[in-house]
């Protein structure tokens, strides 16, 4: 995403999601399971649990199917054991992928991803292949309509925060992982919603796209890896013109 693309780019994501509701919610299953596996479930003492949950409440994820994942990462109920990876790659036209993939059958999404890149005309690389383009961080992008520039300056900034961008249509703030947690507390109690919270991988560098063809070819990959059921998020650093996602 690039930084004019990236509004466009989230609110034709988010568009996806909602018109298949039973995805991110598996996907959150995942997310809350894991976290509870890891430190429990009480997300007063979980920060991650904690941060997974509240954008589980912002998709309006129903409360039984909170309450399940959380137990099935604790043991309290039988589940599936689930395991993370992060595989990586290029897409059509040198674009650098970052692939984040929750299974519980590793040879199964291995083998699903590289199909997927081989048919979509990209290659799924190995291990530090193109990590080293992206820089992982806590990423907030919150609508224009929430709230002011003060306002999220003062809630952000001082949770420990490192970046407050403000683009056309939205804000975008930046920090370091350590502080995710610290931020989205912050967010909350200022009753500011962020439209996508997660930690993400950010391009340190773009590959531009200037072709309404190539941009096809590109998001193409990227919709079909959305689209495998044990991929959790796609990360690219394709700068995709605005009008040309919109025409998707």
């Given at each position: 995403?690039?930084?004019?693309?990236?509004?466009?780019?989230i609110?034709?994501?988010?568009?996806?999601?909602?018109?298949?509701?039973?995805k991110?919610?598996?996907r959150l299953?995942k997310?809350?399971s894991?976290?509870?596996?890891?430190g429990?479930?009480?997300?007063?003492?979980?920060?991650?649990?904690?941060t997974?949950?509240?954008?589980?409440?912002?998709?309006?994820?129903?409360?039984?199917?909170?309450?399940?994942?959380?137990?099935?990462g604790?043991?309290?109920?039988?589940?599936?054991?689930?395991e993370?990876?992060?595989?990586?790659g290029?897409?059509?036209?040198?674009?650098?992928?970052?692939?984040?993939?929750?299974?519980?059958?590793k040879?199964?999404?291995?083998?699903?991803?590289?199909?997927t890149?081989?048919?979509?005309?990209g290659?799924?690389?190995?291990?530090?292949?193109?990590a080293?383009?992206?820089?992982?961080?806590?990423?907030f992008?919150?609508?224009?309509?929430?709230?002011?520039?003060?306002?999220l300056?003062?809630?952000?900034?001082?949770?420990?925060?490192?970046?407050?961008?403000?683009?056309?249509?939205y804000?975008?703030?930046?920090?370091p992982?350590t502080?995710?947690?610290s931020?989205?507390?912050?967010?909350?109690?200022?009753?500011i919603?962020?439209?996508?919270?997660?930690?993400?991988?950010?391009?340190e560098?773009?590959?531009p796209?200037?072709?309404?063809?190539d941009?096809?070819?590109?998001?193409?990959?990227?919709?079909?890896?959305?689209?495998l059921d044990?991929?959790?998020?796609?990360?690219?650093?394709?700068?995709?013109?605005?009008?040309f996602?919109?025409?998707?």
């Amino acid at each position: 995403m690039s930084g004019h693309s990236k509004w466009s780019t989230i609110k034709r994501k988010k568009g996806a999601a909602d018109a298949k509701r039973g995805k991110i919610f598996s996907r959150l299953s995942k997310d809350i399971s894991l976290a509870a596996k890891a430190g429990g479930g009480d997300p007063d003492m979980n920060p991650k649990l904690r941060t997974v949950l509240l954008k589980a409440r912002s998709e309006n994820m129903p409360t039984d199917n909170i309450e399940r994942a959380i137990k099935k990462g604790t043991g309290e109920l039988p589940g599936v054991i689930y395991e993370e990876f992060v595989y990586e790659g290029y897409a059509p036209n040198g674009v650098a992928v970052v692939v984040e993939v929750t299974t519980d059958n590793k040879n199964r999404a291995a083998s699903e991803l590289r199909s997927t890149f081989s048919k979509n005309g990209g290659n799924l690389g190995g291990a530090g292949s193109v990590a080293f383009m992206f820089q992982r961080n806590g990423q907030f992008i919150i609508s224009k309509d929430k709230t002011d520039e003060e306002s999220l300056m003062d809630a952000a900034l001082d949770a420990g925060a490192e970046d407050l961008k403000s683009e056309h249509e939205y804000f975008e703030v930046l920090a370091p992982l350590t502080e995710f947690d610290s931020v989205s507390q912050a967010l909350a109690q200022a009753d500011i919603v962020p439209d996508n919270a997660e930690l993400a991988y950010l391009p340190e560098s773009y590959t531009p796209i200037s072709k309404q063809d190539d941009a096809r070819q590109v998001m193409r990959l990227i919709d079909a890896l959305d689209d495998l059921d044990d991929v959790q998020n796609v990360f690219h650093n394709a700068d995709i013109p605005v009008e040309f996602l919109e025409e998707e």
